[in-house]
C-alpha cells in the first residue's frame, strides 16, 4: 500500500504525493546551495481522443510512453517525472485539460537551461508513438514555475506551473510553452525569437565578421587578428554573440554557424593575400560542440583547399569547457587540426576549470587570459599575483600567451613586463570590419618603410614595444 501511494501502478512513475514530497526536499537543499529548482506540468493532449478511440488500455500504455519519453530528455537518477493526475481518473471522467505529468528539476543555474529542456520536451513528441501497432501523435504543452520566483511550498509552484500550462495550451503552433513569471516569459520568447531569426540569418546575409588585431609584444606590431561574429538583423537590429551564440548552441544551429564563420574568414584571408596585404594569422573562435561533428575535419580541409590556405595561417579559440571530459573521438580530432598546422589556443582561460592537466596533455599553441583579469590588474593585487603565475605555468608548458582586454597603457605595460607574447584589447584597436584592417595595415607597413615616421601613433597602434 505505501509503495502503491508513493509509486503509480499503471506506469511505475512518482505519483503527486512523492512528487510533492521531493519538491518539499528540493526546497530546503536550494536554500542552503542557493540554487533554483523548476517545477513543471506537461499536459498531453491526445490521451482523451486515444482512449474513446483505442479504448482504456491503450491509453494506459501511451501515458507510460509519454513518461518514457519525458525521461529520455532529462538526467537520470537527478530530476523527477510524475504522474500528477491519477489516469484512471483522468481518463474516465474526460479531464481533458488536466495536466498529466510533474516534473522537477534540481540544481538549476540559469533558466536558459530550463527553456532548453521544455524545448527538448516539446521536440521529444515529433515522432509518433506505436500503441496496439498503431502510429499515434501527441502533442504537448508545458508549463513552468521555478523556486524561488513562483512560489514557495510545492502546491504553489505546481499550481503556478499548471497556470502556466493552461496558457501554453492557448499558444498556437509547436513551441507551447511557458514560464509562470512575466518576466521570465519575456525572457523565454526574446529567446525563441532569436532563435527563429537565426534560422535565416545567413540566408539572408545578415552576418559579418569583424577583425581585432593582436599586437605581438616583441616588435610593435599586428602579428594577426580575431574574428567575431556580428549579427544585424532587421527587426532586433545588432545582436551581440554572447546573447546568441549560447541560443545557437542550443539549438544546434551553432555548427552551420561555425561553417559560415570558418569559410568567411578564409575567404577573407585569401582576399587580403591576393591584394598584398599582410595580415598575419586569422584566430577563428569555435564553439566546443563543433568538435562533435564527425565531418568537422573534412569540412575544415575542404575550405583550405578551396582557398589555398596553410593551416599555419589559422587559429582556433576553444574555450575551456570544450576540453571537458573529451571523448577519444573529440580527442583525435584536435589532434587531426593540429596536423594541419592550425594552432588551437585556450581561450578565457581562468573563468572556468583552469585545468592545468588539460594544458599538459593537450599539447596547445596558447591561451588566452581572460579579460576579467586584464581588468583588475593595479586595482587588485591578486590580479597581479595570478596574472604574473599564469604566464609563468605558460611558459613552463611552451605555450604563448595572449592578453584580452587591454584596455590602457599601464595594463600593457605590466603585462610587457612579464613576457606576455600578445596583446589585444580596445587600447589598440576594438573588432573593426574588413575595410578597416587594409587601412590599418598598410598604415603599419606605410610606417615600417618610413622611419621617421615609426614612432606615430596608428590608429591607437603604438609601435614602441620594442624593449
Ligand atoms: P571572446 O572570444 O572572449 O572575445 C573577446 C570579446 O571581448 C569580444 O566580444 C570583443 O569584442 C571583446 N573585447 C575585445 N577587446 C576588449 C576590451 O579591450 N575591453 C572589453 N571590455 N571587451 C573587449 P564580442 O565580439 O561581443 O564576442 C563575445 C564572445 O562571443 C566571444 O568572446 C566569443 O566567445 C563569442 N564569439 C564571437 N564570435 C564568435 C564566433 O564566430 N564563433 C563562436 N563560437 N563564438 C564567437
Ligand atoms: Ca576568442
Ligand atoms: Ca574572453
Known amino acids: 500500500m505505501e509503495h502503491n501511494k508513493l509509486y503509480d501502478v499503471g506506469t511505475g ?14 526546497i530546503a537543499r536550494s536554500k542552503r546551495l542557493d540554487s533554483m529548482i523548476a517545477i513543471m506540468s506537461v499536459s498531453i493532449d491526445t490521451i482523451n481522443r486515444i482512449h474513446e478511440t483505442h479504448g482504456h488500455k491503450a491509453s494506459e500504455l501511451l501515458i507510460k510512453a509519454c513518461g518514457h519519453r519525458l525521461n529520455t530528455v532529462l538526467r537520470e537518477d537527478i530530476d523527477t517525472v510524475a504522474v500528477v493526475g491519477n489516469i484512471e481518473k483522468v481518463v474516465t471522467i474526460s479531464l481533458i485539460n488536466q495536466a498529466e505529468f510533474g516534473i522537477l528539476l534540481t540544481d538549476i543555474i540559469q533558466t536558459d537551461h530550463v527553456t532548453w529542456i521544455m524545448k527538448r520536451m516539446v521536440d521529444s513528441f515529433d515522432n509518433p508513438f506505436i500503441i496496439n501497432d498503431n502510429e499515434v501523435y501527441v502533442t504537448a504543452c508545458l508549463g513552468v514555475s521555478i523556486f524561488p520566483h513562483d512560489g514557495k511550498t510545492p502546491e504553489e509552484l505546481y499550481s503556478s506551473a499548471c497556470n502556466a500550462c493552461n496558457f501554453a495550451r492557448k499558444i ?7 514560464f509562470a513569471s512575466d518576466n521570465l516569459n519575456k525572457k523565454a520568447a526574446t529567446q525563441l525569437q532569436i532563435e527563429s531569426l537565426l534560422h535565416e540569418a545567413i540566408l539572408k546575409n545578415e552576418f559579418h565578421l569583424h577583425y581585432q588585431p593582436k599586437i605581438n609584444t616583441a616588435t610593435g606590431q599586428i602579428d594577426g587578428f580575431e574574428s567575431l ?3 544585424q538583423n532587421e527587426q532586433l537590429g545588432p545582436v551581440g554573440p554572447d546573447q546568441f551564440i549560447p541560443i545557437a548552441e542550443q539549438s544546434g544551429q551553432i555548427n552551420k554557424i561555425g561553417d559560415w564563420v570558418f569559410y568567411t574568414a578564409c575567404r577573407q584571408l585569401r582576399d587580403w593575400m591576393d591584394m598584398g596585404i599582410e595580415v598575419g594569422s586569422i584566430a577563428v573562435n569555435m564553439s566546443g560542440l563543433q568538435l562533435d561533428q564527425h565531418n568537422l575535419i573534412t569540412r575544415i580541409q575542404e575550405i583550405l583547399d578551396e582557398f589555398k590556405l596553410d593551416g599555419h595561417y589559422l587559429e582556433i579559440e576553444l574555450t575551456e569547457s570544450s576540453f571537458l571530459n573529451p571523448d577519444k ?22 573563468t572556468g576549470y583552469s585545468s592545468l592537466a588539460y594544458l599538459r596533455d593537450l599539447s596547445l599553441f596558447g591561451l588566452k587570459i581572460d579579460q576579467s583579469f586584464i581588468a583588475d590588474i ?8 595570478l596574472i604574473a603565475s599564469i604566464i609563468s605555468i605558460a611558459h613552463s608548458l611552451k605555450l604563448e600567451v595572449v592578453a584580452e582586454g587591454v584596455e590602457e597603457k599601464h595594463q600593457a605595460d605590466y603585462l610587457i613586463e612579464l613576457g606576455c607574447e600578445y596583446l589585444q584589447g580596445y587600447y589598440f584597436s576594438r573588432p573593426i570590419p574588413p575595410q578597416e584592417v587594409m587601412d590599418l595595415i598598410q598604415g603599419q607597413q606605410a610606417a615600417s618603410h618610413d622611419k621617421r615616421t615609426s614612432e606615430r601613433e596608428i590608429k591607437g597602434i603604438t609601435p614602441c614595444f620594442k624593449k
Open 329 to 350: 573521438k573529440t580527442l583525435a580530432r584536435l589532434d587531426r587540426i593540429k596536423n594541419m598546422g592550425i594552432r588551437v589556443s585556450m581561450d578565457d582561460f581562468g
Open 13 to 26: 512513475l512518482p505519483t503527486r504525493s512523492l512528487f510533492e514530497d521531493r519538491i518539499l526536499h528540493e
Open 172 to 178: 498556437s503552433g509547436k513551441d507551447r510553452y511557458l
Open 378 to 385: 593595479n586595482k587588485d593585487k591578486n590580479a597581479n599575483k
Open 229 to 231: 561574429l556580428r549579427w
